[in-house]
């Protein structure tokens, strides 16, 4: 059974930091692009960024960007999301993806069960 592990959410305070942890299960995810969403109250899930299996390319959703981080352990088969300068509107459960293959592409194909990341003013 594939299983993505999120971990590091909690309560912050605006302009703190936090980094959330995902690890997978499988093996053969340390070769695919690996993402993170993000699901706020009474809105739709939206992306917030992405890496190919080698990192050497990621993506950033506008809002998060210049802030937020992206990176990833292949050997410990983890991806990790630093967050930066939280605001308030970061508030949401941050659910780690990984794709159907080593680069990004519209939809991940496995998700994770959130994290709650909220960010007090």
């Known amino acids: 059974q594939v299983q993505l592990v999120e971990s590091g959410g909690g309560l912050v305070q605006a302009g703190d930091s936090l980094r959330l942890s995902c690890a997978a299960s499988?093996?053969?995810?340390?070769?695919?692009?690996k993402g993170w969403f993000r699901q706020a109250p009474g809105k739709e899930r939206e992306f917030v960024a992405a890496?190919?299996?080698?990192?050497?390319?990621?993506s950033y959703a506008d809002s998060v960007k210049g802030r937020f981080t992206i990176s990833r352990d292949n050997a410990k088969n983890m991806v990790y999301l630093q967050m930066n300068s939280l605001k308030p509107e970061d508030t949401a459960v941050y659910y780690c993806?990984?794709?159907?293959?080593?680069?990004?592409?519209?939809?991940?194909?496995?998700w994770g069960q959130g994290t709650q990341v909220t960010v007090s003013s």
């Open positions: 993806t990984v794709y159907s293959g080593p680069y990004i592409t519209t939809n991940p194909e496995y």
């Open positions: 499988e093996r053969t995810f340390s070769t695919y692009a």
């Open positions: 890496s190919s299996w080698t990192g050497g390319t990621t």
